[in-house]
């Protein structure tokens, strides 16, 4: 069930060190308040912890965090965010989901509808997409730190599968570990309640399948699928390659 490729990875993994921190912060402030609109309080409101908590492992200064909570909850004003979700097809017939928090709805769909055609690849209409996606959850887990604490591997896959987790696999030194949508918060509770050590939680979505990209178009992809990460209304790339 590896689908949500390397690509993505790697980028979660340069949140930490990434140099366009402003861009990243507006990203991240944009899902807090989004999810602030059901309550600003993290302990009542799983969406806002999971928000809050990749704000924290990116090192968002706290008050740009009670900022963003206090615009979702309205005590502050500002322009609506809204949450569009937006389909495409890259260079070799990929298939693109594009999760978008924008203020600005034409701006954001012309600016990807841009880059699309800048790298080879075509907007798709609403639905032509969608359906070669899951909606899940995921829990990144790093074997090493986990080792630190004393928790063996075996006790760790032990653990995961103890955990209501509906599978995981196991790249570069993490386990990525895969929920339903729905229970994502039941199996974060689970591995907090063990003392297990994760990097990150959050809702994905998941390839059904995945396609091989012809070399030749790699490159193409792999430009667009960054151009559209750097772009400060979307929030999330989810593509279908191998």
């Not at 921190?21 to 309550?39: D, E, H, P, Q, V």
């Not at 924008?102 to 800048?118: A, C, E, G, P, Y």
């Not at 998941?206 to 091989?212: E, H």
Request: hydrophobic share 40%.
């Amino acid at each position: 069930m590896s689908g949500h490729s390397k690509w993505a990875t790697t980028k979660r993994k340069k949140w930490a060190v990434d140099a366009k921190r402003s861009s990243l912060f507006t990203k991240l402030a944009n899902g807090i308040t989004i999810a602030a609109r059901n309550g600003g309080d993290p302990s009542m409101n799983f969406a806002l912890r999971l928000a809050v908590d990749r704000a924290k492992a990116a090192s968002m200064p706290k008050e740009n965090i009670e900022r963003a909570i206090k615009r979702g909850t309205g005590e502050l004003g500002g322009a609506a965010i809204e949450e569009i979700i937006y389909e495409g097809y890259g260079p070799g017939g990929v298939a693109i989901l594009i999760q978008c928090l924008t203020d600005n709805r034409q701006r954001t769909v012309s600016n990807i509808r841009s880059l699309f055609n800048k790298f080879a690849g075509s907007l798709a209409e609403a639905g032509s997409v969608a359906y070669l996606f899951e909606k899940k959850g995921q829990i990144i887990i790093s074997q090493s730190a986990n080792q630190l604490a004393n928790l063996s591997a075996d006790k760790l896959e032990e653990l995961i599968i103890e955990s209501g987790a509906e599978n995981y696999d196991f790249e570069d030194g993490q386990y990525l570990v895969y929920t339903r949508f729905e229970d994502l918060q039941k199996v974060v509770d689970f591995f907090q309640q063990n003392e297990l050590i994760f990097d990150s939680s959050e809702i994905i979505y998941l390839p059904k399948t995945t396609i091989k990209i012809d070399e030749s178009k790699q490159s193409s992809l792999d430009n667009l699928l960054d151009a559209l990460d750097d772009n400060d209304d979307i929030a999330n790339v989810y593509a279908n390659m191998d």
